[in-house]
């Protein structure tokens, strides 16, 4: 996983005004795993099944995580 899509997570959660707590009971893991997630220190990879659980409840298309703002269409 890329520091992008952990910044990303962290900034649409933000913008949304989400708790980790919030985000983490919503998506079924632990806040501990979504810290890590978010924070750079996890070794697992995110799956595509978890990148689409983080997106659909912050409410963004699930390819939002992965693209960078600056990307050109």
């Known amino acids: 996983m890329t520091d992008q899509v952990r910044n990303r ?9 989400l708790a980790q707590i919030e985000l983490a009971k919503k ?8 810290n890590k997630l978010e924070n750079h220190t996890h070794d697992k990879y995110l799956t595509v099944v978890m990148a ?5 409840v ?7 995580l992965f693209l960078d703002e600056n990307w050109s269409k």
């Open 27 to 34: 998506v079924g893991i632990t806040v501990a795993h979504l």
């Open 9 to 17: 997570i962290k900034e649409i959660r933000q913008s949304k005004g």
């Open 58 to 64: 912050l409410e963004v298309p699930w390819k939002t």
């Open 52 to 56: 689409i659980r983080i997106a659909a």
